[in-house]
């Protein structure tokens, strides 16, 4: 059973800091890896999508990585923002059974930065 | 916003109570989701329904009951919950049910059984 860990759960940083977050699988086959975002009480907005051939996928101020060997990605943002204040989560897709292809979701990322 | 929208956005129910909750897509989709997101766990796959049949039903207790009466609406029927069915109720929709199809969420519905 596919499983999804995100480190650290919690993360306060100083306005203009540089940061990473970290996500691990369990298992490596995956079709693609994708990450969210969820500001409270609300749905998720996707915001970076990479496939299991890619190694990374860019967008603005933020950088994901993959490697899928190790079970790993990294979600790295850039010079953050006040309103990039919110749950980051990673989700794999997998396959799941009678042509099925499921995500899985780790517990989420809290980024909280600081003016 | 994101194409899919939920209602209501916040349901307050007695255990004794039967509610719906709605999901419409108006991306054109063709594959509809329900997911339930409690405090403190990952989002957990509930329900998957393509072309309006259902493909997945990932062990829910019959208390929640789907329907998919087209492809651009999906419902969750409500009945007899227990408190910790309490959670955020999120719908999304995608092209298709294949690995390469990206899936797009809906604001939610937040529940809290009584």
């Known amino acids: 059973k596919q499983e999804v860990t995100q480190i650290p759960a919690a993360l306060s940083v100083p306005e203009g800091e540089n940061l990473v977050l970290n996500c691990s699988f369990t298992?490596?086959?995956?079709?693609?890896l994708q990450w969210f975002r969820q500001d409270p009480g609300k749905g998720l907005t996707s915001l970076l999508l990479?496939?299991?051939?890619?190694r990374e996928q860019t967008s603005g101020r933020l950088n994901a990585s993959l490697d899928k060997s190790s079970g790993r990605s990294t979600l790295y943002i850039a010079a953050s923002q006040p309103g990039d204040s919110a749950t980051y989560l990673c989700?794999?897709?997998?396959?799941?059974?009678?042509?099925?292809?499921?995500?899985?979701f780790g517990k989420g990322t809290k980024l909280s930065v600081i003016p | 916003e994101t194409g899919v929208t939920q209602t209501p956005r916040h349901l307050v129910m007695g255990m004794t109570n039967k509610k719906s909750l709605k999901c419409e897509q108006h991306?054109?989709?063709?594959?509809m989701y329900w997911y339930k997101q409690s405090a403190k766990k990952p989002l957990e796959l509930m329900f998957v329904?393509?072309?309006?049949?259902?493909?997945e039903n990932n062990s829910v207790p019959s208390r929640f009951s789907p329907e998919c009466p087209n492809s651009s609406h999906l419902f969750l029927h409500l009945h007899t919950l227990q408190p910790e069915d309490s959670a955020l109720y999120l719908c999304a929709s995608s092209q298709g049910t294949g690995p390469g199809n990206e899936q797009f969420f809906g604001p939610g519905t937040r529940l809290t059984v009584l």
């Open positions: 991306l054109g989709h063709n594959a």
């Open positions: 989700a794999v897709r997998s396959y799941s059974g009678a042509g099925s292809y499921q995500l899985t």
């Open positions: 298992d490596s086959a995956i079709y693609n």
């Open positions: 329904y393509s072309l309006e049949e259902r493909v």
């Open positions: 990479i496939q299991s051939s890619q």
